[in-house]
Nanobody, 117 residues
Framework: QVQLVESGGGLVQAGGSLRLSCAAS????????MGWYRQAPGKQRESVAS???????NYADSVKGRFTISEDNVKNTVYLQMNSLKPEDTAVYYC???????????WGQGTQVTVSS
C-alpha cells in the first residue's frame, strides 16, 4: 500500500506563506495524478490543486494565483507553495494519489494549516 506523508503545516498570519510537502513511498510515476485536498471543520473535503504525470496542473478557483503545486520526481515528493494566505485557507491539508481512471491509492494523515487574521 502506498504511503503518503505530509509535512509543513503550521500557524501563520494572514498574508504569510507556507510550503507543504508530500512524500510518497514509491515512484511518483506509478500514479497518474497527485493532488492536495483540504477539509475545514464542518465542511466537506475539497480539491485544492493537482499535478499529472505529464506536468499539467489544476487549481481550485479560490487558490488560483496564490498557491503553486510542484513535484520533485527524484524525491517522489509533491509540494504546495501557499502564498498570501487567508483565514479561510485554514484546514487540514491532505495529499492524494490517483490512477488515470480515478482510483485512489490512498491518503496521507494530513497536516494542519491555521491562518490567523
Amino acid at each position: 500500500q502506498v504511503q503518503l506523508v505530509e509535512s509543513g503545516g503550521g500557524l501563520v498570519q494572514a498574508g504569510g506563506s507556507l510550503r507543504l510537502s508530500c512524500a510518497a513511498s514509491e515512484s511518483r510515476f506509478n500514479f497518474y495524478v497527485m493532488g492536495w485536498y483540504r477539509q475545514a471543520p464542518g465542511k466537506q473535503r475539497e480539491s485544492v490543486a493537482s499535478i499529472s504525470s505529464g506536468g499539467g496542473t489544476n487549481y481550485a478557483d479560490s487558490v488560483k494565483g496564490r498557491f503553486t503545486i510542484s513535484e520533485d520526481n527524484v524525491k517522489n515528493t509533491v509540494y504546495l507553495q501557499m502564498n498570501s494566505l487567508k483565514p479561510e485557507d485554514t484546514a487540514v491539508y491532505y495529499c492524494n494519489a490517483r490512477s488515470l481512471s480515478g482510483f485512489s491509492y490512498g491518503w496521507g494523515q494530513g497536516t494542519q494549516v491555521t491562518v490567523s487574521s
